[in-house]
């Protein structure tokens, strides 16, 4: 995947980086339109060294307002669901493909999507998560580089370079198709069964408990293309 330009860094390595030196080069970014519109960058928020980071799609009304992504109704039931999968929201990372909210929430577009793009990249490649979890189409289509809708998607775990990847329906569509948000804490108890299934590595558990927010350094395999 194509690297940011950070200060300090040439060619940065998984982790090398910390989530600060990202937010703090997108500043006040003004890379697209909707700079004009937001009320607060929704950067991010949870565990800089999550095994599972999650991937939604931009920030809608409450996030805009509270600079916080999934803090909604869309993000109570995101909470609710985690604990299906053993988790708890402090242990994961939550992120979204934009970070400011389209105006009436409509559907991200494909150059808000490019030029937002980068700081998700930095943002998995600091955190370097075992999991990522893809909320939806946009975010599913970003991570795994493809068209298909999420209903064939999901139900069962992709392969991207370092990455397990897990797409499954958005907490907010599910909100309004009970089907879907069956197939949602399905996908979730899957999720914590891998987990289960997947112990850490114990040397990487020890690191990723002791890691200061600065990230550390580790022995990674080569950088997925993206
Ligand atoms: N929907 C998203 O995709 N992200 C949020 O942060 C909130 C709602």
Redesign the pocket.
């Known amino acids: 995947m194509g690297v940011m330009r950070i200060p300090g860094h040439t060619d940065q390595k998984p982790r090398e980086v910390s989530l600060d030196e990202i937010r703090s080069v997108m500043g006040d970014c003004r890379a697209c339109q909707l700079c004009q519109t937001r009320t607060n960058i929704?950067f991010g928020v949870g565990n800089p060294h999550a095994r599972v980071m999650f991937v939604?799609?931009?920030?809608?009304k409450n996030?805009d307002l509270q600079g916080e992504?999934?803090v909604?109704r869309?993000?109570e039931n995101l909470n609710r669901i985690l604990a299906l999968a053993g988790l708890r929201r402090t242990d994961v990372y939550i992120a979204?493909v934009l970070k400011c909210r389209p105006p009436q929430n409509r559907n991200p577009q494909a150059d808000e999507v490019l030029a937002c793009s980068p700081y998700l990249r930095e943002q998995i490649r600091s955190i370097w998560p075992d999991v990522i979890v893809t909320?939806?189409n946009p975010a599913s289509h970003f991570v795994l580089k493809t068209e298909t809708g999420i209903t064939k998607l999901r139900g069962r775990f992709h392969q991207m370079g370092h990455f397990t990847v897990m797409p499954t329906f958005?907490p907010?569509a599910a909100l309004r198709n009970p089907v879907w948000q069956e197939l949602l804490e399905e996908d979730f108890r899957m999720l914590g069964a891998y987990l289960a299934k997947h112990p850490v590595d114990a040397g990487l558990a020890a690191v990723r408990a002791s890691a200061p927010e600065g990230g550390v350094p580790v022995g990674v395999p080569p950088v997925i293309e993206g």
């Open positions: 929704v939604g799609e931009a920030p809608g996030e992504p999934f909604g869309a993000g979204n909320l939806g958005h907010a």
